[in-house]
C-alpha cells in the first residue's frame, strides 16, 4: 500500500507557493471556502428564488440574474479533478484498505465506519462555519492571507492551530499515553 | 476563459496538495499531534516563497491583492472553531475536496458537512454581524500598518520561516 506522499514538503511547499504567486498575478490569491456558499447560493436561486433573495448573507455572493458558477468554483472542481487525476498516476487512489476509514483514526477509534462519519460531518460543519465566519479558510485566510502580510491572518493561523492542536490532543489522548 | 484558466490553476492546486500529502488524514494529524511537522513545513514553505513573491509582483504593481478585514474578536472565536473542526475532521475545506477526489468517502461526508455548516453561517448571519463589526480594523496588513513597502517586510519574514522550517522545527520534533 502506498501512502507516503509522492513529493517532499520542501518541493511541494515551494511549488503551491509558486502556484500563488502565478495565480494572485493572473487573477487573485488562492481560496476555497467561499465557493461553498456559492455552490448554495446558485443551486437556491434555481430551487427557491425567493428564498435566496430572503437570505443576507446569500445574496452578498454573485448578481442579480447572475447565478452562474464563475473562476472560483472552476478553481474548486480543478482541484478534485487534479487530486484524482495525481492519484490515479501515482497508484494512489483508493488506496485504504476501507475508503471511509484512516487506518490511524481506526487504530483509536474502532472500525466503525457510521462513527468515522460522524466526526467527518461535524469536523466538515464546524470548519465551513468557522470559515465563513472568519471570511477564509487555510488557504484563502491562512496561506493566501499570510503571504500578503494581512494582520487578520496571522491572527486566524495562530487561532487554528492552538484549537487544531489542543482538540487533536483530546482526541488522541489514548495514542499519546501509550 | 476565466473559467478554463479556474480550472487549470484548480487542478494544480489539487494536484501539490495530493503529491506533497496534504490531502492525508495520517499526514494532518500528525502535524496537529506535533509529531510529523511535514505539512506545517509544506505551508510555512509555499507562505515564504509566496510572500516575496507576492510582495515583488506588487512592486511592479502586477499583484491582484486580496485583503481581508481584520476584525479580532470575530477571527479567534473563527478560528477557534474552524480549529476542532480541522482535528475532528482531519481535513480542511481545501483538503477534504482533494481526499474526495482521491475516493476516500469521508472525505466526502466532510463537504457535506461543510455545505451545511455554511448554511447554518448563513442562517445565522443577521445574529453574527455585530462578531464582524467589533473590533473591526479593516483591509490592514503588516505594511500598511507600518506604512513601508511591502518588501522590507517580506524578506525578513520569509527568512524567519526558513529558520523554523530548517532548524526550529526540524531539530524538535524529526
Not at chain 2, 515583488?56 to 485583503?67: F, H, K, V
Request: hydrophobic share 50%.
Amino acid at each position: 500500500m502506498h501512502d507516503e506522499p509522492v513529493l517532499s514538503w520542501k518541493v511541494a511547499g515551494l511549488l503551491l507557493g509558486l502556484l500563488l504567486i502565478v495565480a494572485t498575478a493572473l487573477v487573485k490569491p488562492l481560496g476555497v471556502s467561499t465557493q461553498y456558499v456559492v455552490t448554495e447560493a446558485v443551486a437556491l436561486h434555481k430551487v427557491a428564488p425567493a428564498v435566496a433573495e430572503s437570505n443576507e448573507y446569500l445574496n452578498k455572493y454573485g448578481e442579480k440574474g447572475d447565478w452562474g458558477v464563475g473562476y472560483g468554483w472552476m478553481l474548486v472542481l480543478g482541484m478534485f479533478v487534479g487530486g484524482s487525476l495525481s492519484a490515479l498516476i501515482t497508484r494512489r487512489f483508493r488506496s485504504r484498505a476501507n475508503p471511509s476509514l484512516p487506518s490511524m483514526w481506526q487504530t483509536e477509534f474502532g472500525s466503525s465506519s457510521p462513527r468515522r462519519m460522524m466526526h467527518a460531518f461535524t469536523g466538515g460543519v464546524l470548519l465551513l462555519f468557522g470559515a465563513r465566519l472568519a471570511g477564509g479558510c487555510t488557504s484563502g485566510h491562512m496561506i493566501s492571507g499570510i503571504s500578503q502580510l494581512t494582520i487578520g491572518s496571522f491572527i486566524f493561523g495562530i487561532s487554528i492551530f492552538a484549537s487544531g492542536i489542543i482538540t487533536a490532543r483530546i482526541l488522541y489522548k489514548r495514542r499519546l499515553a501509550s | 476563459m476565466k473559467l478554463v484558466l479556474g480550472l487549470a490553476i484548480g487542478m494544480a492546486f489539487g494536484a501539490i496538495l495530493q503529491l506533497g500529502g496534504a490531502s492525508s488524514y495520517k499526514k494532518i494529524m500528525g502535524s496537529l499531534l506535533l509529531k510529523d511537522m511535514d505539512i506545517i513545513k509544506l505551508i510555512l514553505m509555499a507562505i515564504a516563497v509566496g510572500t516575496v513573491g507576492i510582495y515583488a509582483l506588487d512592486l511592479a504593481d502586477m499583484a491582484n491583492m486580496s485583503i481581508k478585514p481584520t476584525y479580532v474578536v470575530g477571527i479567534v472565536i473563527a478560528g477557534l472553531i474552524f480549529g476542532v473542526g480541522f482535528a475532528v475532521a482531519g481535513y480542511c475545506p481545501g483538503t477534504c475536496i482533494v481526499a474526495a477526489g482521491e475516493g476516500k468517502t469521508d472525505a466526502i461526508v466532510t463537504i457535506l458537512g461543510g455545505l451545511a455548516g455554511a448554511a447554518l453561517y448563513a442562517l445565522a448571519y443577521p445574529m453574527l454581524a455585530g462578531l464582524i463589526e467589533v473590533t473591526n480594523y479593516g483591509e490592514v496588513t503588516l505594511p500598511s500598518a507600518f506604512g513601508i513597502n511591502g518588501l522590507w517586510i517580506a524578506i525578513p519574514f520569509s527568512a524567519i520561516l526558513f529558520l523554523l522550517m530548517f532548524k526550529v522545527l526540524k531539530d524538535r520534533y524529526e
